[in-house]
């Protein structure tokens, strides 16, 4: 944790569960617990599980040339959202390459917050607001804790008047345990799940109350690495373990487009003018590779890196695998050549397994997105 130079407000509380709190976008972050994640994924499937997510980095825009700002900056359509509505979107460079992801609050009338992932976005969108009508704040003292699950509603519901009104990807300001909370209706595991936002001060209270209280429903504390195994389930990218920063191309900057990446539909219909528009459209139908599913054969989860084969050949890259113990598959998302990303495609994986596999579509869990999108 020697790059840390962010502090979570919960560390002890990790530490007390048995993490060495990982350094993750300059906090440190639980990692890991001493209880199984099989057991941490099994509670958000099927009950709840909370997770402390602050190391991501939350930036306020605020001001008249904030809308204009983010409008350009992100692939969305910034005009649409109104305040307390938000949008996942994408940040490009001007070759029209990813470099980072983000969700997009509309808090006022000239007033957004951006929770960027662990990529340059927050770096590209300051050195834009330079010379503009706009205040940029990195906001360390809000933690953001995840409640996650088809319990979350339940549990949440029993304090948070209005909570099962509140739709996907909207926000309110409310209080929780009597403490001021924003709560979105948003989460990175493919289930109905909420993220808390609060105070420092307040995140240690809140941390305790949600586990006491909801003991009875099966909710308990789930560590980052439990995402990987649901992000795999669900199709939710994680940079750069995905990207070319980890498994660059030959004489290539790294570097990858939406199209490669299966993100395109970030784009707002119709948009031409954002960072790397112009690229962006250029390059549709120029993918070097796939984003894609394998379901291997066995019961071991392969690890990033393990390499996929057929017709004598390399054909793609595992960048994360996982083995469910619920559904008893092995399951991984990969960097795949173009013409053997399709269905049912025969593959060899080789490196920590030696195993048969097929590629398969993604995502292997909810792929019509019922569970995060449920009302009532």
């Known amino acids: 944790m020697a790059n840390s130079w962010r502090i979570s407000a919960l ?3 990790h530490r007390a569960l048995g993490s060495n709190l990982e350094d993750w976008s300059g906090m440190g972050t639980a990692w890991t617990y001493t209880s199984d994640l099989a057991d941490q994924h099994e509670a958000i499937r099927t009950h709840a599980g909370l997770m402390d997510v602050s190391g991501l980095k939350k930036v306020h825009y605020v001001g008249p040339h904030a809308e204009s700002l983010l409008d350009y900056a992100t692939t969305r359509d910034i005009g649409k959202l109104y305040p307390g509505k938000s949008v996942y979107a994408c940040i490009l460079n001007e070759a029209g390459k990813f470099i980072d992801d983000c969700i997009v609050y509309r808090t006022g009338p000239n007033a957004f917050m951006v929770v960027h992932g662990s990529g340059t976005g927050y770096e590209s969108l300051l050195r834009s607001a330079q010379g503009r009508q706009v205040a940029v704040l990195f906001d360390d003292d809000l933690h953001d ?6 319990l979350a509603v339940d549990f949440l519901a029993e304090h948070v008047p209005g909570i099962r009104d509140l739709a996907y990807f909207h926000h309110l300001q409310t209080k929780l345990f009597d403490r001021p909370v924003m ?8 289930e109905r799940g909420y993220e808390i936002f609060c105070k420092a001060a307040d995140a240690p209270l809140i941390w305790d109350s949600i586990l006491d209280q909801g003991k009875a429903l099966g909710i308990i504390p789930c560590a980052f690495t439990a995402l990987d195994w649901l992000r795999v389930e669900s199709y939710l990218l994680f940079f750069p373990y995905d990207n070319s920063e980890m498994y660059p191309f030959a004489d290539e900057p790294a570097g990858d487009t939406l199209w490669e990446l299966g993100l395109d539909f970030t784009v707002s219909p119709g948009k031409q003018e954002f960072r790397g528009a112009r690229e962006h459209y250029r390059l549709k139908g120029r993918e070097r590779f796939k984003i894609f599913g394998v379901l291997l054969e066995g019961e071991q989860a392969a690890a990033g ?4 084969w057929a017709d004598g050949k390399q054909v793609g890259v595992l960048t994360c695998g996982v083995y469910s113990r619920l559904t008893g598959k092995s399951m991984a998302i990969a960097r795949m050549d173009v013409p053997y990303a399709e269905q049912g495609v025969k593959l060899k994986v080789k490196g920590s397994l030696a195993v ?3 590629a398969h579509t ?5 792929p019509e997105k019922k569970k995060r999108t449920a009302k009532g």
Not at 145 to 150: A, C, E, K, M, V
Not at 183 to 190: D, K, L, M, N
Not at 305 to 308: A, I, K, Q, S
């Open 11 to 13: 560390a002890e509380r």
């Open 145 to 150: 804790l995840s409640l996650q699950g088809p």
């Open 183 to 190: 709560i979105s209706r948003t989460g990175y595991t493919g």
């Open 305 to 308: 890196g393990d390499t996929l």
């Open 356 to 358: 048969s596999a097929i």
């Open 362 to 366: 993604l995502p292997f869990d909810d």
